[in-house]
């Protein structure tokens, strides 16, 4: 088993050097599973449980002050599963893969994804906020009235974790502003198959209901029989240039997955301004990662 797990793009992490010990961990334990689908669903769960990252457990909050998780998965024979905007559902990857297993569908949203989760013993009603998260909230003042005034109040502070949403210098400069690393994700190959899978809880004060690359097949994740991809960054221009469909495909025209990747970020750039990561495993087990944003921590496995 190859495996190689993200714990999203955006700018340098606070304490570094714990995240990466929970990275590595969600790499050994995916490396253990039998398969690649299962190595990506172990390795992503486990980045779910930590508050450190923005998926499951600490996740970014939406404007109505709730917490909701969206993932997905896929396999090279292009099985997909997706399910999004489920509040209180900490494994939103195990609902993707319901959603691949057990139903004819490719997505289910919402309550309807929830009701899926409880009918087959995933837990719901899970209590998601960290003490970050809690903190940060606590310290807003969300405005009264209808939606013309949330989208006011949230468009000078969305992605922000800052409850002004400035940075550290008071500016509103987008790009250095503390941005939620906003994204977790595994690509697996066992000599034979690729998986991919994605989860995240969103990006800080999007208006509720807000759903972004993530569970998108072909943005957030994607796999067939050439590569397995997965994307973390700004969550609308990686939807607009279908960023992991963009990987996987420059390995069917013959890079290898490191240059895809690469290429891709290259490309993302130039038509988006915007910044992103992928990690990709190609078809021969070559693993690859790119990004263009301040930090993006990564961690593999190899089970032999």
Known sequence: ???????????????????????????????????PVDAVEAAVGVLESSPRFNAGVGSAVQSDGRIRTDAGI???????????S??????????????????PHGFVSGEHAVSLAEAFGVETGVDLWSERTREKWTDL??????????????????????????????????????LDHDTVGAVAFDGEHLAAATSTGGRWLALAGRVGDV????????CCPSAAVSATGAGEDIARVTLSRRVAGHVERGLDADAA??????????????????????????????????????ARATDR
């Open 261 to 298: 990747a690469e290429l891709a970020i290259e490309e993302f750039a130039e038509i988006t301004g915007s910044t992103a990561g992928v990690i990709a495993v190609d078809a021969r087990g070559r693993l690859g990662s790119a990004y263009n944003s301040d930090g993006m921590q990564t």
């Open 86 to 103: 489920m509040p209180d559902v900490e494994h939103a990857v195990e609902v993707a893969r319901l959603v691949m297993e057990e139903t």
């Open 141 to 178: 003042e969300p405005p009264a009235g209808g939606t013309e005034s949330e989208l006011e109040w949230i468009r000078e502070r969305y992605g922000r974790t800052d409850p002004d949403g400035r940075d550290e210098e008071g500016t509103n400069d987008p790009t250095t502003a503390d």
């Open 215 to 222: 569970p998108q097949v072909g943005s957030g994740f994607y």
């Open 74 to 84: 896929m396999t090279d024979d292009r099985a997909v599963g997706a399910a999004c």
């Open 1 to 35: 088993m190859q495996l190689l797990v993200h714990g999203g793009a955006g700018s340098t992490p606070k304490e570094p050097e714990r995240r990466r010990q929970v990275l590595e961990r969600a790499a050994e334990t995916g490396a253990e599973r039998p398969t």
